[in-house]
């Protein structure tokens, strides 16, 4: 699996503003951006990312993934704090 298709994959599920997949082999790393995640819990934000990329992760072609999720307020002030 390559980042670009769990970027396609959690566009087209969740219509998010913006997603940044980084990694390579079975490890990855995402930034989503998307007014759905405005008064969600860490772990509620989390399982929306995960259950498009259920099926990936059960036949392990996502073996380990990391998330940030924000809202787009979010994202503006702190991606311009340079902490990514």
Request: hydrophobic share 45%.
């Amino acid at each position: 699996m390559d980042t670009n298709e769990i970027k396609q994959v959690l566009m087209d599920a969740l219509g998010l503003d913006e997603v940044i997949v980084k990694g390579e082999g079975s490890h990855f790393q995402v930034i989503v951006v998307g007014a759905m995640f405005d008064g969600m819990s860490r772990v509620k934000q989390q399982q929306s990312v995960y259950a498009p990329l259920m099926e990936y992760i059960a036949d392990n072609r996502i073996h380990a993934l990391t998330i940030k999720a924000y809202t787009p307020e979010q994202w503006a002030r702190d991606s311009k704090l340079g902490g990514f």
